[in-house]
């Protein structure tokens, strides 16, 4: 039973879930035909006095997929350019492979059910994830298939912000513009919001009880 203000570990506070950071940097809008090309993950854990934190990060490089669209307003926002020799990425179901173990192995650690997206939109970094596992055959997808944790949302809520680098400034973070859009800095930027919208919601609420019914209680 989830109570504000009191410490918790992972497998208790989010209905079993394991909350993890991904961003996804890609080669347009649509996830069936246009280019996975950069995705990064950030894992969370609580400390000793029950604030949430990020802890390990995994990033790659994506091979385009044979036939994918590659929208050149995308890589003028992103700054990718997908066929550089020194890219260092991996083909398509090698990539999810190093993103999915350690969360798979997190999941596993923490005592949850299964891992769920946290994302800023996080309906289009889910997208991108499952049409990739689905057209690689990747089976053990971690990820709740369409349940997500959006910081927009939860930013608009705590910051009256909606934009990530806004947002981030409102949270007293700092926000530097020439590493934005790449995959590993709006992942860890987007994992620090998540980490303070939820601390934030824990001091306000610090030795008030209300609690919520488990998912043994409530279906999914």
């Known amino acids: 039973m989830y109570q504000p203000g009191r410490a918790y570990r992972l497998n208790e506070r989010f209905r079993g879930y394991l909350p993890v950071v991904v961003d996804?940097?890609?080669g347009g809008f649509n996830e069936?035909?246009?280019?996975?090309?950069?995705i990064a993950a950030v894992l969370l854990d609580?400390?000793?006095k029950g604030r949430l934190h990020t802890t390990k990060s995994f990033t790659t490089h994506v091979v385009p997929f044979d036939g994918s669209n590659i929208e050149p307003k995308s890589l003028q926002v992103n700054g990718i350019d997908p066929y550089h020799p020194l890219r260092a990425a991996r083909e398509e179901r090698e990539a999810l492979s190093h993103i999915f173990t350690p969360v798979r192995d997190?999941?596993?650690?923490a005592g949850c059910t299964r891992a769920i997206l946290v994302g800023h939109n996080a309906f289009f970094d889910l997208k991108f994830v499952n049409a990739a596992?689905?057209?690689t055959g990747i089976k053990k997808n971690p990820f709740h298939p369409f349940s997500c944790f959006d910081t927009v949302s939860f930013c608009g809520l705590a910051y009256g912000q909606t934009v990530l680098a806004r947002a981030?400034?409102?949270a007293g973070m700092d926000w530097d513009t020439n590493e934005a859009h790449s995959a590993i800095y709006d992942t860890r930027k987007t994992a620090e919001l998540f980490?303070?919208?939820v601390n934030r919601w824990e001091e306000l609420h610090d030795g008030i009880e209300a609690p919520i019914a488990d998912g043994?209680?409530?279906p999914r």
Request: proline letters at 0%; hydrophobic letters at 50%.
């Open 216 to 218: 043994s209680i409530i």
């Open 32 to 38: 069936r035909t246009d280019a996975l090309l950069e």
């Open 133 to 135: 596992a689905d057209r």
């Open 195 to 197: 980490c303070s919208v």
């Open 168 to 170: 981030a400034v409102a």
């Open 106 to 109: 997190a999941v596993s650690a």
């Open 24 to 26: 996804v940097e890609t």
């Open 46 to 48: 609580f400390d000793d």
